[in-house]
């Protein structure tokens, strides 16, 4: 599917910064396959931006509650089984990458137990349980603002991979 972002759009999100320039796009792909990420949408969206979509996501949730919360809210897979890390190296993200593959190792080793239904205590208690995460999760707040301006970088410099731009 085409996704179409207006050029007026994008030049007065660039004058706020990386992360408004980058909603830009996330906003439109979402604005097309619905709130959630699904099998039924997967086709709607190419490689390219899947993985700007990914990064979103990634971000959020690992801001919020780190992995245990995003692979609890269902994203493990989307993340770590799909070309996700390989395409933030190929953007130029090679830290942020290795950090991932780092935490689907954590993943596929425990994938079970980190997947399972859970009450509330269970799932805070699996902050204790997979301890293995904290470190990542540092990295992570350590590379977030690099990793950004890296794929905004590469959103820009090929930006008829992410989206068709509408001179208005």
Same mark, same amino acid.
């Given at each position: 599917?085409?996704?179409?972002?207006?050029?007026?759009?994008?030049?007065?999100?660039?004058?706020?910064?990386?992360?408004?320039?980058?909603?830009?796009?996330?906003?439109?792909?979402?604005?097309?396959?619905?709130?959630?990420?699904?099998?039924? %949408?997967?086709? $709607?969206?190419?490689?390219?931006?899947?993985?700007?979509? !990914?990064? &979103?996501?990634?971000? @959020?949730?690992?801001? +919020?509650?780190?992995?245990?919360?995003?692979?609890?809210?269902?994203?493990?897979?989307?993340?770590?089984?799909?070309?996700?890390?390989?395409?933030?190296?190929?953007?130029?993200?090679?830290?942020?990458?290795?950090?991932?593959?780092?935490?689907?190792?954590?993943?596929?080793?425990?994938?079970?137990?980190?997947?399972?239904?859970? %009450?509330?205590? $269970?799932?805070?208690?699996?902050?204790?349980?997979?301890? !293995?995460? &904290?470190?990542?999760? @540092?990295?992570?707040? +350590?590379?977030?603002?690099?990793?950004?301006?890296?794929?905004?970088?590469?959103?820009?410099?090929?930006?008829?991979?992410?989206?068709?731009?509408?001179?208005?």
């Amino acid at each position: 599917m085409n996704i179409v972002v207006k050029e007026s759009d994008l030049i007065k999100a660039s004058e706020e910064g990386v992360d408004e320039f980058l909603k830009v796009f996330i906003d439109r792909y979402k604005a097309t396959i619905g709130a959630e990420v699904s099998a039924d %949408t997967m086709a $709607e969206l190419n490689a390219y931006q899947h993985t700007l979509l !990914a990064y &979103d996501l990634f971000r @959020e949730q690992i801001n +919020e509650g780190g992995f245990v919360q995003l692979i609890q809210n269902g994203y493990g897979g989307y993340i770590f089984h799909n070309p996700f890390a390989k395409s933030l190296k190929l953007f130029g993200a090679t830290k942020m990458s290795k950090l991932v593959y780092a935490a689907r190792e954590i993943y596929d080793a425990n994938k079970e137990a980190l997947e399972k239904e859970t %009450t509330e205590e $269970e799932f805070y208690s699996m902050y204790v349980d997979f301890e !293995a995460f &904290d470190e990542l999760e @540092e990295k992570f707040f +350590e590379l977030e603002e690099e990793t950004t301006c890296l794929v905004a970088t590469y959103v820009d410099e090929n930006i008829d991979l992410f989206a068709t731009v509408d001179k208005d």
